[in-house]
């Protein structure tokens, strides 16, 4: 059974920082890119990094980059984000998503056949 499980949101102030975490299981995702969404209420789910397995390669939606970080340990089959200088409009369940096919950077949700259950950001003002 393949599970991938979120955790590290929270309730930060603009500005602040979190770091998220998506640990896996029941599979190795040494070999595949893998990525974080996020889906504010009332809204669609939305793309915010991805990384590859070779070169470690990254890609970033415009309104994260410089202040998110995505990265991997795959040793420990982990995915982390870290988000520096939150923003209110951060403010949503962040999924961490992986690939089970050729290993390539993507923002399209439906590339991604694994997902984690999701973890709340809360940004205040």
């Known amino acids: 059974q393949v599970q991938l499980v979120d955790s590290g949101g929270g309730l930060v102030q603009a500005g602040g920082s979190l770091r998220l975490s998506c640990a896996a299981s029941?599979?190795?995702?040494?070999?595949?890119?893998m990525a974080w969404f996020r889906q504010a209420p009332g809204k669609e789910r939305e793309f915010v990094a991805a990384?590859?397995?070779?070169?470690?390669?990254?890609y970033y939606r415009g309104s994260v980059k410089g202040r998110f970080t995505i990265s991997r340990n795959s040793v420990k089959n982990t995915l982390y984000l870290q988000m520096n200088n939150l923003k209110p409009e951060d403010t949503a369940v962040y999924y961490c998503?992986?690939?089970?096919?050729?290993?390539?950077?993507?923002?399209?949700?439906?590339?991604?056949?694994?997902w984690g259950q999701g973890t709340q950001v809360t940004v205040s003002s």
């Open positions: 990384i590859n397995f070779v070169g470690g390669n990254t």
């Open positions: 998503a992986a690939r089970a096919g050729i290993d390539y950077l993507t923002s399209d949700d439906r590339d991604y056949s694994y």
């Open positions: 029941g599979r190795t995702f040494r070999s595949n890119s």
